[in-house]
């Protein structure tokens, strides 16, 4: 071997372990995910002492840092404190959100479709089924605090149908088991969660008449490179049907390949 090849093939080593050691002399990489207990089960499942225990979202997020080789920090804020955070660099994502529900949604990145969502209208029994917004006038809906409702931000605002907003879908359907409520407004996914684990069939749910949205995760912008690492990696767990698995699981459905 020639004298300079020699020299070259030693840099090449030593580069290569210095460059090994500074990798692994970095902090390993740390998440801050938004999960609000405003995400009703199985969104989102809380334990007694308020520190997320499962659900969706703790699904999700934990397989997204596992193939990332991160750590993850929950954040338990309240809605209206989700998109400045963002925005402002304290929390790198936030899930289940749309671009139609939150202000400024061009200051955020946003990943591509995690699934569909039918938004229902749970009535009683004995009422009047919902098959279109005229049967809501002057009535009252049970929402979620912080939450956006597009389909009936008009009525609200006029007056025409009264929003009144609890913290949880399970103090909305006490209330209106209690009549104090005409009808709420939550969607599939948590509804038939509920009928699941509380054996409750009191009630009955109209399909809301406009199209079932999707949901996304809403990124950060204050770091780019991460936003678009984090964009690739929930493309991949849709693509590999991690996601759709995670939602049969919930659902009761039977497990797909």
């Known amino acids: 071997m020639r004298k300079s090849s020699r020299w070259f093939l030693l840099f090449a080593v030593m580069f290569s372990?210095?460059?090994?050691?500074w990798l692994s002399a970095q902090p390993p990489l740390q998440?801050?995910?938004?999960?609000?207990?405003?995400?009703?089960?199985?969104?989102?499942?809380?334990?007694?002492?308020?520190?997320?225990q499962a659900g969706i979202s703790k699904d999700i997020i934990d397989e997204l840092a596992r193939?990332?080789?991160?750590?993850?920090?929950?954040?338990?804020?309240?809605?209206?404190r989700v998109e400045p955070w963002l925005r402002d660099g304290k929390a790198e994502l936030a899930c289940f959100l749309n671009p139609d529900w939150v202000n400024e949604?061009?200051?955020?990145?946003?990943t591509g479709a995690l699934f569909s969502t039918q938004q229902l209208m749970i009535r009683r029994h004995d009422s009047e089924p919902v098959t279109a917004i005229q049967y809501?006038?002057?009535?009252?809906?049970?929402?979620?605090?912080?939450?956006?409702?597009?389909?009936?931000?008009?009525?609200?605002?006029?007056?025409d149908v009264i929003r009144d907003?609890?913290?949880?879908?399970?103090?909305?359907?006490?209330?209106?088991?209690?009549?104090?409520?005409?009808?709420?407004?939550?969607?599939?996914l948590s509804?038939?969660?509920?009928?699941?684990?509380?054996?409750?069939?009191?009630?009955?749910a109209d399909a809301l008449w406009s199209a079932p949205?999707?949901?996304?995760?809403?990124?950060?912008?204050?770091?780019?490179a991460l936003s678009a690492r984090l964009k690739q990696q929930f493309a991949q767990l849709v693509e590999n049907g991690f996601i759709g698995r995670q939602l049969n699981f919930y659902m009761g459905r039977p497990a797909t390949p």
Request: hydrophobic letters at 40%; proline letters at 5%; a neutral charge.
């Open 136 to 159: 809501l006038a002057g009535k009252r809906v049970g929402t979620t605090w912080g939450f956006t409702y597009p389909e009936l931000e008009q009525v609200f605002r006029l007056g």
């Open 213 to 224: 949205p999707s949901v996304y995760c809403a990124l950060s912008n204050y770091d780019k």
């Open 165 to 188: 907003d609890a913290h949880s879908l399970e103090s909305n359907l006490m209330r209106l088991k209690q009549g104090r409520l005409d009808v709420v407004m939550t969607v599939d």
């Open 31 to 52: 998440l801050r995910a938004i999960v609000s207990e405003s995400n009703t089960p199985p969104y989102a499942i809380f334990a007694a002492d308020g520190s997320l």
């Open 191 to 204: 509804y038939h969660f509920y009928v699941k684990t509380s054996g409750d069939t009191s009630f009955a």
């Open 105 to 110: 949604p061009e200051k955020l990145s946003w």
């Open 17 to 21: 372990a210095t460059f090994s050691a």
């Open 67 to 80: 193939q990332l080789g991160a750590g993850v920090s929950y954040l338990n804020l309240p809605r209206t």
